[in-house]
């Protein structure tokens, strides 16, 4: 486990590899990864049980990335980690590229399960976890999901079923960055009251703030503590975090940056 | 050069114009309406249109709700998410009732691009196809794009049209008339014939030139109707020409290539091959690579017609 500093330098490092990578690629979404860095970085150095020498170890957590587009955030932690070699990294979306751009499971050391279409990933995460009691493992299985994510239908389908099968080896956050493509949630398509949501369908519920890594530590100690029920952890995010000219912006959702905005980026990164 | 343009752009614009004559018209998306176009339609009509946010499903129902009410729906979104996404709801809710719901997706095929295998919609032709009192059209170009939109607004019924993400070269000129259920020959030959769809329509054009160059006169057949399909048209051709090829940008497996199969093995067997996604999902890659790693391009088309035309005379025509 690391301390908080060096966690922080860590998210640092991914935001800056996610910049890199989607302006290499010139095209992804940056605005959803820079979301949730603080939450994979932390989940994936401090607080899962892994093994990058042993992506397929049996007792290992799992994870599911629901909201696929941020995978940049994802491919760049699982790299630090050890997965594979930082030089894949800027092959990000080209061909024959082990990271594809959304994630695909046969290609990528460390990568769980493959997702892309919105509304799928949690279901998976569920079946995971109701394998991990099936055959009574220690694993804990941890998710994200998006604010607009959360229009699909199939989400709360997995919602009432976690509950029913109490799966409290499930941990989900919600990135709540208030942004999808054509704008605001709330305009869009309302999701609030949603922690209300969740707890109406029997999950443990937490509300912290997604960029704090102390709280994130914290709630998912919780969740690890909370039995008989799933935990979601309602995170209170920026899309576009720690890029001035990214944060808040919903053209950053799937727009790679030019190569100045790349280096303006980088500089704020420092 | 031919004048580029992306039918999403073509379909943008016409549904203002159809909205305008249309009062019934209503036009829903899923959080893609800056990609489809229907972004364009909200501006100008913003109380006919309906953002329903991330849940295909659920807008699909709405779409038939709406229907019934004597509402002209149509319904956009990414064709993976507005095909496979949301398959029962379309059987059920849309097909089996018969109801006028207007399917109109974009970003169709592998020329999807960067986002990969998860976004590139190559089974879509296929899962339309197979569906009771749908029609399915995938038109060639941005002309072709405008006509069909309107013919399925002014015709009652489900449909699903399927339009791609990138800028497409003109095939047609406004003369052109777009007839459902019947194929436009874009060109005369003896050889063989070439029956296309969507962006491989202008690959079939090259390819032609191509093997006119090597004293091949083809046929060109644009199969923007896949269903209904022209039977008398496909066995017209394999009467006179005697081989045929199929080209689409979706898989080998049950888009036109299998409708052309079906029409021939019932009616004329003939030699013929399809170029198409030998079954396999897509990746990501820039549009042009993967265009021509799946071999959705005129090269491969050329090397077919070939390949046919050798079967073609085994077979002592
Ligand atoms: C089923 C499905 N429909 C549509 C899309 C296209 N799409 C990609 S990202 C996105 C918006 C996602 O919004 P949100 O879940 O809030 O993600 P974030 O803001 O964290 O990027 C959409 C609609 C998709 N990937 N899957
Ligand atoms: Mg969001």
């Known amino acids: 486990m690391e301390d908080i500093i060096n966690l922080k330098e860590r998210a640092k490092e991914v935001r800056r590899l996610v910049i890199n990578m989607i302006t290499e690629a010139n095209s992804g979404h940056p605005g959803g990864s820079l979301s949730m860095t603080d939450i994979i970085t932390t989940l994936y150095f401090s607080i899962m049980n892994h093994s990058a020498a042993n992506p397929a170890w049996e007792e290992r957590d799992r994870f599911v990335l629901s909201k696929g587009h941020a995978c940049p955030a994802y491919y760049a932690v699982l790299s630090l980690c050890g997965y594979f070699p930082a030089s894949e990294l800027l092959k990000l979306r080209k061909l024959g590229s082990i990271l594809q751009g959304h994630p695909d499971s046969k290609v990528t050391p460390g990568v769980d399960f493959s997702t892309g279409s919105l509304g799928q990933g949690l279901s998976a995460a569920c079946g995971m976890a109701l394998a991990g009691k099936i055959d009574k493992k220690d694993y804990r299985v941890y998710a994200i999901i998006g604010d607009g994510e959360s229009q699909e239908g199939q989400i709360w389908e997995a919602a009432m079923s976690a509950a029913h099968f109490k799966l409290d080896n499930l941990c989900v956050f919600l990135d709540c960055n208030k942004l999808q493509i054509d704008g605001k949630v709330e305009d869009i398509m309302n999701i609030e009251p949603v922690i209300d949501k969740w707890k109406a369908f029997g999950w443990n519920t937490i509300q912290i703030d997604g960029h704090s890594i102390e709280e994130i530590i914290e709630a998912a100690g919780i969740a690890h503590k909370t039995k008989g029920k799933p935990t979601m952890i309602v995170a209170d995010t920026i899309k576009g975090k720690c890029v001035s000219f990214m944060e808040g912006k919903v053209c950053f959702h799937g727009t790679a940056p030019n190569r100045e905005q790349e280096q303006q980026a980088l500089r704020e990164l420092e | 050069m031919a004048e580029m343009v992306a039918t999403r752009d073509v379909y943008g614009k016409?549904?203002?114009?159809?909205?305008?004559?249309?009062?019934?018209?209503?036009?829903?998306?899923a959080d893609t309406a800056s990609s489809t176009r229907t972004q364009w339609f909200s501006q100008e009509f913003p109380e006919r249109f309906f953002n329903l946010?991330?849940?295909?499903?659920?807008?699909?129902?709405?779409?038939?709700?709406l229907s019934t009410c004597g509402k002209i729906p149509v319904v956009s979104a990414f064709a993976c998410f507005g095909s496979g996404r949301v398959y029962d709801q379309v059987k059920l809710s849309v097909c089996w009732p018969k109801l006028n719901v207007k399917i109109i997706v974009t970003h169709a095929g592998?020329?999807?691009?960067?986002?990969?295998?998860?976004?590139?919609?190559?089974?879509?032709?296929?899962?339309?196809?197979?569906?009771?009192n749908m029609t399915v059209i995938v038109p060639a170009d941005g002309i072709e794009?405008?006509?069909?939109?309107?013919?399925?607004?002014?015709?009652?019924?489900?449909f699903y049209i399927r339009l791609g993400r990138l800028n497409l070269p003109l095939v047609f000129d406004d003369t052109y008339e777009f007839v459902l259920g019947k194929m436009h020959a874009l060109r005369e030959g003896t050889d063989a014939t070439i029956i296309a769809c969507g962006l491989m329509v202008n690959e079939s054009v090259?390819?032609?030139?191509?093997?006119?160059?090597?004293?091949?006169?083809?046929?060109?057949?644009?199969?923007?109707s896949i269903k209904p399909i022209d039977k008398q048209a496909i066995i017209l051709a394999a009467k006179e020409t005697g081989a045929i090829v199929t080209a689409e940008e979706h898989s080998i497996i049950g888009g036109l290539g299998s409708a052309v199969a079906e029409v021939l093995a019932e009616h004329l067997p003939t030699p013929m091959e399809r170029v198409g996604v030998k079954d396999t999902f897509g990746q990501s890659g820039t549009p042009k690579e993967l265009l021509r790693i799946f071999g959705l391009d005129a090269v491969s088309i050329v090397e077919a017609v070939i390949k046919v035309l050798g079967r073609k005379t085994q077979k002592g025509r």
């Open chain 2, 145 to 158: 794009t405008e006509k069909a939109v309107r013919y399925a607004i002014e015709t009652q019924g489900p």
């Open chain 2, 53 to 65: 946010g991330i849940s295909e499903a659920n807008m699909i129902g709405y779409a038939a709700g």
């Open chain 2, 206 to 224: 090259k390819a032609a030139q191509t093997l006119s160059e090597q004293g091949i006169n083809v046929r060109i057949l644009n199969a923007s």
């Open chain 2, 110 to 132: 592998v020329s999807v691009g960067e986002d990969g295998a998860s976004h590139q919609a190559i089974d879509d032709i296929n899962l339309m196809r197979g569906l009771p």
């Open chain 2, 14 to 29: 016409a549904l203002i114009k159809l909205g305008k004559i249309y009062p019934d018209m209503v036009v829903l998306d």
